[in-house]
């Protein structure tokens, strides 16, 4: 398989969106060491970009024989069907520009821009390059919310995997768990309160799926290379579910650390100690969120790829999805907009198994 990432990618043109993300530049690192011919990095985090520049170059991760471009560009502008114009055309497109969190969907304005970034932004960035070399190798990032969702941000993933391979059926995909303490993420966030003296949230009776950094680039592209229109997952037992409580306390162990339980009225303000971090139990009772993330729904079916890696024999894309990606669109432009209520009615009418969980809390009202 490693001889056959390197061909695929050795002396290749590749087009990075969200490249200045954690899982984006993961994969570019791994595929820099390839020696690409160029690659072009669009992402709208201006200091992402910067910062991965001043990094990449102090690694020595650039090769003399590559020819790297950062490009400040949104994914749902015609500003990136420029970058494909003038940078391309492409030799393979990973597309990994997202808004990645729950919380997204607090209300309509950040809700529709999540499903328009991840829906019309990723089939951008992968039509514009298919149109202009028909041989490109496309990819796309999804995540273990997509099986079955029960957020709009889940829900988002997998409207997006069924309109881009409804209408580009090469495109390759894989299902991501969390990948530990990547930006944003709640361990990361942990480490940063321990370094403010703030208490340490933690949702009750909830477990996710975590995986290394390294590994997150891996799986990508191993799953870039799979048979065309794949979507790739872990195997069972290949990612361990781990419950969040129990993670913060394995990293507090090994940072040398004890802890204290705290009350919500007991969690504001710095630790007046800082060996004895505070540990806030919250109910797992905000919108969206669900107890545990599963990489394949119930109606779908895994089958053995490599060693600790699947593939999910889904179904038949749906032609909703297309119409439901152009009236996200289209609803962008409109004044006035569409509600939260309307995007959620107008989503399950899509994806039957959407089963929202609803909720009037919200993680933004608190710690």
């Known amino acids: 398989m490693n001889d056959e990432i390197y061909q695929a990618y050795h002396g290749s043109r590749i087009l990075i969106t969200g490249g200045a993300g954690f899982i984006g530049g993961q994969t570019l690192r791994l595929l820099l060491a390839l020696e690409p011919a160029k690659v072009v990095v669009a992402d709208t985090w201006e200091n992402g970009l910067a910062e991965l520049v001043r990094d990449l170059r102090s690694e020595g991760a650039i090769s003399a024989k590559t020819v790297f471009e950062p490009r400040l560009v949104d994914v749902t502008s015609p500003l990136l069907n420029r970058v494909v114009h003038d940078d391309g055309p492409f030799d393979a497109v990973f597309a990994f520009a997202a808004a990645k969190h729950v919380r997204t969907e ?74 530990a303490f990547s930006s944003g993420s709640l361990l990361e966030s942990w480490l940063i309160r321990l370094g403010r003296g703030h208490a340490l949230p933690v949702p009750a009776d909830t477990t996710r ?25 872990p195997a069972d037992g290949a990612v361990d579910s781990v419950e969040l409580s129990v993670a913060l306390k394995r990293i507090l162990s090994a940072l040398g650390l004890t802890w204290r339980q705290v009350e919500a009225s007991d969690a504001e303000g710095q630790n007046q100690d800082r060996s004895v971090a505070r540990i806030l139990v919250t109910a797992r009772d905000t919108a969206g969120e669900k107890a545990a993330e599963s990489f394949i729904g119930a109606a779908e079916q ?48 899509t994806l039957p198994e959407f089963d929202h969980v609803t909720s009037d809390r919200r993680l933004d009202d608190r710690i």
């Open 106 to 179: 607090r209300e309509p304005v950040s809700a529709l821009h999540m499903l328009n970034v991840n829906i019309n932004g990723t089939f951008r960035a992968l039509s514009a390059a298919a149109e202009s070399n028909p041989a490109c190798r496309l990819f796309m990032v999804s995540t273990d919310k997509a099986a079955d969702p029960s957020s709009l941000m889940g829900a988002s993933k997998r409207v997006m995997e069924e309109y881009v391979k409804h209408e580009l059926p090469m495109v390759n995909t894989t299902r991501f768990a969390n990948v």
């Open 209 to 233: 799926y975590f995986v290394r950094p390294v590994e997150a680039g891996q799986l990508c592209m191993l799953a870039s290379v799979a048979p065309p229109g794949s979507i790739v997952v």
């Open 302 to 349: 895994r089958s053995a790829w490599l060693p600790s890696v699947d593939i999910i024999a889904a179904a038949p894309p749906r032609g909703a999805c297309v119409e439901v990606a152009q009236w996200i669109g289209r609803a962008c432009n409109e004044l006035p907009g569409p509600s939260v209520e309307d995007l959620l009615e107008r989503i399950h009418a």
